[in-house]
């Protein structure tokens, strides 16, 4: 078994900053890409920041040069440094991982989702 737990949402300002974190843990040989989505309420789940075991990062379009995605492989952690926060930035933000278990092969898993609100 497999867990992601998120932590680091909150209420923030606009123009704030807030630091997310995504711990995996279990039954965990090596983890390949791990990353962020997030859904606000009546729209689609969409791609925040992604990065691989080598390093490579993708962002979203609207995240890009204000969000900053890093990891620390030994501790099976992933974090989203977020700032200049808008209002539209507002909501559910999903942890997900890409993970070679141990006894059930390669699957991708999600975290519960932390909230992030940014008010005007």
């Known amino acids: 078994q497999v867990q992601l737990v998120e932590s680091g949402g909150g209420l923030v300002q606009a123009g704030g900053s807030l630091r997310l974190a995504c711990a995996g843990s279990?039954?965990?040989?090596?983890?390949?890409?791990m990353g962020w989505y997030r859904q606000a309420p009546g729209k689609q789940r969409e791609l925040v920041a992604v990065?691989?075991?080598?390093?490579?990062?993708n962002y979203g379009d609207s995240v890009k040069g204000r969000f900053t995605i890093s990891r620390d492989s030994a501790k099976k952690t992933v974090y989203l440094q977020m700032n200049s926060l808008k209002p539209e930035d507002t909501a559910v933000y999903y942890c997900?991982?890409?993970?070679?278990?141990?006894?059930?092969?390669?699957?991708?898993?999600w975290g519960q989702g932390t909230q992030v609100t940014v008010s005007s």
């Open positions: 997900n991982a890409d993970v070679m278990t141990i006894f059930a092969g390669r699957n991708t898993y």
């Open positions: 279990g039954s965990i040989v090596s983890i390949n890409v």
């Open positions: 990065i691989t075991s080598g390093g490579s990062t």
